[in-house]
Structures are given as C-alpha cells and as structure tokens.
C-alpha cells in the first residue's frame, strides 16, 4: 500500500504561478497529477514515470512542468501562466502502469484545491 500526501494548492490570480508536492510512502513507477473541476470528469494534468518519460495533457503543454524526485519519492507540479480554467481539485496518483496512465484502482492522494481567480 503506498500513500500519497499533496501540498502547495490555493489561491492566485490569473497568470501567477504556484507548486504542488506530492510525497509518496514507497517507490512506484509512474506518478502524476490529475484534476477535477466541478460537474467535470477527473481528467489528466501530467505523468512521469522513474525513467523520467512525461505525458501532458494538451491544455498546459507550455505552461505546466512535471518533475521526480526519485530518491524522496516525490512528484512536483510546476503551474506557470495560471488560467481560471485550471481551477480544480488535483489529484496527485501513482500506479505501476508503464504507458504513464494511473488508474481509478491505483494509489491516489487526497486531492489539493487550486483556485485561480481572474
């Protein structure tokens, strides 16, 4: 069982920047961010896996950097250029998969609410 604890989401306005942190309690391959905006499906931000191969989504290619710490088991969210349309609940993920999707069933964090305001 591997558990997931987030941090860095709240508020800024439009076009600032923040970070989220996601601290896993053991390895695993790929890990990755995921989020949730109200009425919506939960829906890809980005992955990475140990090797460090990415995967975004198309919506923050530019704007958003993904990044491994694999020594401290941790995922960081770099989100720069932030639109209203980025407010949602991330979800940080992990999960053994290798084409860098993490799964319903997989491991996931509590989620942490990013507000971007305009």
């Known amino acids: 069982q591997v558990q997931l604890v987030e941090s860095g989401g709240g508020l800024v306005q439009a076009g600032g920047s923040l970070r989220l942190s996601c601290s896993a309690s053991?390895?695993?391959?790929?890990m990755g961010w995921y989020r949730q905006a109200p009425g919506n499906k939960r829906e890809l931000v980005a992955t990475?896996?140990?090797?460090?191969?990415?995967n975004y989504a198309d919506s923050v290619k530019g704007r958003f950097t993904i990044s491994r710490d694999n020594a401290k088991n941790t995922v960081y969210l770099q989100m720069n250029t932030l639109k209203p349309e980025d407010t949602a609940v991330y979800y940080c993920?992990?999960?053994?998969?290798?084409?860098?999707?993490?799964?319903?069933?997989?491991?996931w964090g509590q989620g942490t609410q990013v507000t971007v305001s305009s």
């Open positions: 053991g390895s695993i391959f790929t």
């Open positions: 990475i896996s140990r090797l460090g191969s990415t």
């Open positions: 993920g992990a999960g053994s998969s290798a084409d860098l999707t993490i799964r319903r069933d997989d491991y």
